[in-house]
């Protein structure tokens, strides 16, 4: 079982940045991949990014691409998103999403991932 920790989310105007950071826990399990989706009310959930863990290889969304950037430790199970130039339609919750088997679907497929965080608010005032 693997636990998925976040934290950083809140409130920031248009044009600001933010950091969110992840933080992965448990017993013997090996991390192939983490990434980051967010859900805005009344949508789906989308892909925002992912690290390929042994290459350190990120892929973004397109909607994010030059404004984000993901970064991660992997001695420490940890990924970090940082967020720049922040717009309203960047509103939602975010979470960290973990995958620890060799089932890889790509990293805008949530069955990528099989361990999910529990999400942090993301609210970005106009």
């Known amino acids: 079982q693997v636990q998925l920790v976040e934290s950083g989310g809140g409130l920031v105007q248009a044009g600001g940045s933010l950091r969110l950071s992840c933080a992965a826990s448990?017993?013997?399990?090996?991390?192939?991949?983490m990434g980051w989706f967010r859900q805005a009310p009344g949508k789906e959930r989308e892909f925002v990014g992912a690290m390929w863990w042994s290459s350190g290889t990120t892929y973004y969304a397109d909607s994010v691409k030059g404004r984000f950037t993901i970064s991660g430790d992997n001695a420490k199970n940890t990924v970090n998103l940082q967020m720049n130039s922040l717009k309203p339609d960047d509103t939602a919750v975010y979470y960290c999403?973990?995958?620890?088997?060799?089932?890889?679907?790509?990293?805008?497929?949530?069955?990528?991932?099989?361990?999910w965080g529990q999400g942090t608010q993301v609210t970005v005032s106009s």
């Open positions: 999403a973990a995958d620890t088997t060799p089932f890889w679907h790509g990293a805008r497929d949530l069955k990528s991932y099989d361990y």
């Open positions: 448990g017993r013997s399990f090996r991390m192939y991949a």
